[in-house]
Every structure is written in C-alpha cells, then in structure tokens.
C-alpha cells in the first residue's frame, strides 16, 4: 500500500511522490488472526468533502497537513512543480503543502468526487 505524498520545497514549490506505507504484522484485533498493520499517528478532525462535478479550484496550499481518500470520482492535482496527478477511487493523498504556493485541484469526468479528510 502507498500513497501520493505532496510537500513542498524551500522554496515554496510544491511535488509529488508516491510513498509506501510501512506496516508488520500485528494482533490488531484479537483473537482474529495477525494482519499488516501501520503505526498509528495522532489526527485532529476528520470530515468528508464533495468536489461538484466540473468544479476546479485556483492555486492554494492545503489548509491543514492532511490525508484525503478518494471515494468517488476522479480528480485531476497539479503540483507547482507542474507535474499533475489524477486521483480516483482507491486513492490516498497526503497533502503537505502547506505554506508556499500551493497546488490546483479540479474535478475530472461526470461525478462528483467524495473525499474522507483526516487532519493531522
């Protein structure tokens, strides 16, 4: 499992990277059997988010360091860098941007897209 990690430089520009997510077997939920687990990390909020079909938004940086999954439609990120990424259902973006210029995001195809966001 990985997700789609975007930090920013010192200069302000923000960059993909796709980054594993460590795990190891664990007794999470005894007496069910071991299963692959990641550490935990301390969250703040969590909220859900609906992306109107056709919206696009201007260049900003997140709001927050963030983690939105992705549980419907596609939407299009393009990093300062330039790069762009599409996210659909499945996907997991970590956004850490959250000081220089940012990113823009719009929403691709017919369907509104639907994200869980947990804030850290």
């Known amino acids: 499992m990985q997700f789609l990690h975007l930090t920013e430089d010192n200069d302000g520009i923000s960059h993909f990277s796709e980054v594993p997510i460590q795990m190891a077997a664990t007794d999470f939920a005894p007496p069910a059997p071991s ?15 609906v992306l109107p079909a056709g919206w696009s938004g201007e260049k900003h940086p997140s709001p927050r360091r963030q983690v939105a999954f992705c549980l419907a439609g596609q939407l299009r990120v393009e990093a300062g860098d330039g790069e762009t990424r599409e996210i659909g259902p499945g996907g997991i973006w970590r956004m850490e941007d959250t000081d220089g210029a940012g990113h823009t995001t719009s929403v691709i195809g017919p369907e509104n897209v639907q994200l869980a966001i947990v804030q850290l």
């Open 35 to 49: 299963m692959p687990v990641s550490p935990s990390e301390p969250a703040t909020a969590l909220l859900y988010l």
